[in-house]
């Protein structure tokens, strides 16, 4: 690892400033100004948001939430993109407190993936009918260093189940060299995911004690060499339940500002995770500052307003029941019949090897029918990672509005190819009601688009997108 220098974008006395200001009073013309402004989907500054994050009062609060619903439902309409994480190892150099990968940790049992392995993870995967993963795992290299990874990728981009495949692999993984972050592109990767965990410095040393990951710098300014090696697309994310959620959101604020001023486009997803317990670490079972359910609510909303365009991701840490509450507030993609333990797809029993505890414990079948019964429309879409539609060409298409007469219909033909091939009888009845849905409210062309295309998908042809 080569010295980082201390990064210069993160303004810690500027985030207090503006919470500073946004405490002293409760200024509801000065809300709802900001509310009417993220209406027009231009996104928040970071000072818009400091007032948003200090809103208390239920009245503001539930013109907040309608202000997301408009913004997600404007934007993305009903899809809601599914995927599921495949965690490749459990061993990790780092001494991060909150973790039951933690080197230290002497309760869990460690394993690493063979090439074989991850090709039967993949397979189960498949016949659960995933298209999309992330690849991830303790931050340390198996044998064979980072070509392992390379391997890995190539292995699982090669497995075939009948009509199914894995069309597109993201990855979370240790900060990288521009070098090495070159050559996950060049394996056809499409987004790159790294968590900063948490952005206050002093919280920061205090919870990752050891190892590479101790460094601050190295990790905070990781997304920089990704994006200087060519991935366009990048994902950001903070672990809320270390520091203030407030200070959080808006360090995000500034990393997506950084981002956008050096290479003309922020990051493509942000995740939200919450803490959960994780076996062999205390400070998970009482979180330094715990993030109450209405407070979570509330960065999900926030978020969506402050920048529409990012998909928002939530993963199995929460409840079905307040992941159902999330996608109206602004979520945009969920994982679905996850496992956070290397294997734990093709041996399902085993589960002592977890990185977290979950919340929500359902197959993908009954997720995706969740989501349809709710009038979502579940997408397996990857066609724009394949049709170059990443980074500033994906945001010069959203922005307008056009990126909808895609994916409004290919999330209807993967949607429609995942009942057709892996859908039990009770979710397909909720898909076709869905489908219809979505259809209905369709201009006469783009109906026109995603008839065809499911017609194709019905008489037999697969990967149809536009």
Partial sequence: ????ERIDWLDEARIGAALARADH??????????????????????DDVAVLLSVKDPALTHELYDAARFVK??????????????????????????????????????????????????AALID????????????????GGFQYLIDAIERIYSVKRGRGEIRRININVAPLSVDQFRQLKAAQIGTYQLFQETYHRKTYAEMHLDGPKADFDWRASAIDR??????????????????????????????????????????????????????????????????????????????RLAVPYTGLIMSTRETPEMRRETLELGVSQISGGSRTNPGGYATPAEEQAAQF?????????????????????????????????????????????????????NAISSFMEYMLDYGSGD??????????GEVATMEPKLKRYSETMMRKVREGKRDVFR
């Fill in 73 to 122: 439902t404007e934007i993305y309409g009903p899809r809601i993109v599914l995927f599921a994480p495949l965690y490749f190892s459990n061993i990790c150099t780092n001494e991060c407190v909150y973790c039951a990968f933690r080197r230290s940790n002497h309760e869990l049992d460690r394993k690493v993936l063979s090439m074989d392995e991850i090709e039967a993870e993949t």
């Fill in 1 to 4: 690892m080569t010295v980082q």
């Fill in 226 to 303: 990704a994006m200087e090696a060519g991935i366009d697309d990048v994902g950001l994310g903070p672990l809320f339940g270390l520091a203030d959620w407030r200070f959080e959101v808006l360090a995000l604020m500034q990393h997506i500002a950084h981002l956008e001023a050096k290479f003309g486009v922020g990051c493509h997803t942000i995740s939200a995770p919450r803490m959960e317990p994780a076996v062999g670490s205390e400070v998970s079972l009482h979180p330094p500052h715990l993030v109450s359910d209405e407070d979570f609510k509330r960065i999900v909303a926030i978020l």
């Fill in 25 to 46: 009073v409760e200024d509801a013309a000065q809300v709802r100004e900001i509310l009417s402004k993220a209406r027009t989907l231009g996104g928040l500054s970071e």
């Fill in 128 to 143: 659960q009918g995933h298209k999309r993963l992330l690849l991830i795992g303790g931050e340390a290299f198996p044998k």
């Fill in 427 to 436: 979710t397909n009845a909720a898909g076709e009601r869905a489908i219809a």
């Fill in 357 to 409: 505890t979950r919340g929500d414990h359902r197959s993908l079948d009954e997720v995706v029918r969740d989501v349809a019964a709710c009038g979502h429309v579940p997408s397996f879409c990857t066609a724009c990672y394949r049709m170059g539609r990443t980074g500033a060409d994906f945001m010069d298409l959203a922005k307008p509005g056009l990126i909808r007469e895609m994916c409004g219909p």
